[in-house]
């Protein structure tokens, strides 16, 4: 349960340095998936997870 915390932490902190170091990207990738068909943002969205997946696997490896 810590390491989730952990990693929700870590997931805050991207998060508001993009949005608090760079405002004006955000809204322009906030627009740009307003623009997204369903599927690509689908495979992104695994694509992300299995990236994710893989890094949480060799950095406990």
Not at 34 to 51: E, F, K, P, W
């Amino acid at each position: 349960m810590r390491d989730f915390i952990d990693a929700l932490g870590l997931v805050f902190v991207i998060e508001g340095l993009i949005y608090g170091g760079f405002p004006s990207l955000a809204r322009k990738l906030a627009s740009n998936v307003l623009d997204m068909s369903d599927n690509t943002l689908r495979y992104g969205g695994i694509a992300a997870v299995a990236v994710g997946v893989g890094i949480v696997w060799l950095a406990r490896g």
